[in-house]
């Protein structure tokens, strides 16, 4: 018998699988070039040329040791090269303050374990990374569903302020954002951390940062240890360098946090019993030697602005994104129902309600320039069939 909790969990599944899952069955039917997959946010593009060359390296020049046991942080040469690239003018962060972790995953488990006392209150933004919810889960937390403004997918100051009860442990932020593409600029973070402070206790503010350094337009993501004081980023170098099947990312923990000496103690511990125990040995070396690197961000500018002419064009209304991979488009109608009809035309998209906002719907534009092309027809006959174009 398996707990009451995972059959429950196993019934509703997630979305974005099953999307993706139904695109490989159409893909066997229909042939590869007849389907046109957004659903999920697997980056397509191959690794910078620095990670192949560190891995090289690493396996023609193998060090004594370098398979083992390490302390539960991550090795200390790893944790300093982090350090110095999460740090800017204005922070200084030391390599105490890192802990390396099997991706943002890894990270976010690790620091909601952390924090949350059973019926604890996270706050999260919507639209979201619907994993938040189990990942609060995991820890007896409490998802406190907050929306942001309709359109600019903004945080809403008066709606946070409301949401914050005695409860309140944390909030989660993600910028550039999944689903949107939404880019907070400085003032927003500012305004954020104001709010926070506000409150008359204690509240962790956990910045989840994968598509840091996807953002377009010649924009740069504010740093958000310049803004925010009581601050935790999650990390992962599964979208900057494309390789999420190597779970490697890290958390940081602001130097200005009030808890900073317990709670990087505490991270670095529940990362050993959750039984991650540390990240993955080779890739913390790999990262040390590549963390310069990054993908080709202008390809995904190129794909971006390739597939919201197509979108729009067939008379949808699309949030043109300020970084990541996604684009998020209003639905003409259910936006359940809209996916479903997509798929009769080998349109794989994921309802906006899998982010808890219906009425959009995401498609992740990892995807190749020919299914960006190819999609067109099917976003035409779509556009037609719900009155947006003739
Ligand atoms: C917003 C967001 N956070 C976290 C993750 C998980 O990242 P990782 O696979 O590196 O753990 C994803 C993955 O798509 C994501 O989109």
Do not use: W
Request: hydrophobic share 40%; charged share 20%.
């Amino acid at each position: 018998m398996i707990s009451k909790k995972m059959s429950v969990n196993i019934q509703s599944g997630s979305l974005i699988r099953k999307m993706f899952e139904e695109g490989a069955r159409l893909k066997e039917l229909f042939g590869e070039d007849n389907v046109y997959d957004f659903s999920i946010g697997n980056p397509d593009l191959e690794p910078p040329e620095e990670v192949r060359s560190a891995l090289c390296s690493l396996v023609d020049s193998p060090k004594p040791g370098m398979h083992g046991y390490m302390p539960n942080s991550g090795y200390l040469s790893t944790r300093t090269a982090v350090a110095r690239s999460v740090s800017t003018p204005l922070t200084t962060v030391g390599p105490d303050a890192i802990c390396m972790t099997v991706g943002a995953a890894g990270a976010m488990n690790a620091v909601l374990k952390s924090v949350l006392d059973p019926g604890d209150e996270v706050i999260l933004l919507a639209p979201f990374f619907m994993e938040y919810v189990n990942y609060i889960e995991n820890h007896c937390g409490v998802p406190v569903i907050v929306q942001t403004d309709p359109d600019t997918f903004l945080p809403n100051p008066d709606r946070i302020r409301s949401a914050i009860t005695a409860r309140t442990k944390a909030i989660i932020i993600n910028s550039p954002n999944n689903p949107s593409g939404t880019l907070y600029s400085a003032d927003t973070l500012r305004e954020l951390n104001d709010l926070i402070l506000s409150a008359d206790h204690l509240i962790h503010v956990i910045s989840d940062e994968p598509y840091r350094e996807l953002v377009y337009d010649g924009r740069t993501a504010p740093a958000t240890m310049d803004y925010i004081q009581n601050l935790i980023v999650c990390y992962s170098f599964s979208k900057s360098l494309s390789l999420p099947g190597e779970r490697i990312g890290y958390s940081a923990i602001s130097p200005s946090h009030e808890d900073f000496e317990l709670l990087s103690k505490a991270v670095v511990l529940a990362n050993r019993i959750l039984g991650s125990v540390n990240a993955p040995a080779l890739f913390q070396k790999v990262i040390e030697l590549s963390i310069q690197a990054k993908v080709d961000v202008p390809n995904y500018e190129k794909r971006r602005n390739m597939l919201y002419e197509i979108v729009t064009g067939a008379g949808f209304t699309a949030h043109k994104p300020d970084g990541a991979f996604y684009l998020f488009v209003r639905s003409p109608g259910d936006d359940m129902e809209f996916c479903k009809r997509c798929a009769d035309e080998r349109l794989l998209v994921v309802p906006g309600s899998a982010f808890s906002c219906p009425g959009y719907f995401r498609l992740a534009f990892c995807a190749s320039e020919k299914t960006i092309i190819g999609s067109e027809k099917a976003f035409r006959t779509m556009g037609k069939a719900y009155g947006l174009c003739d």
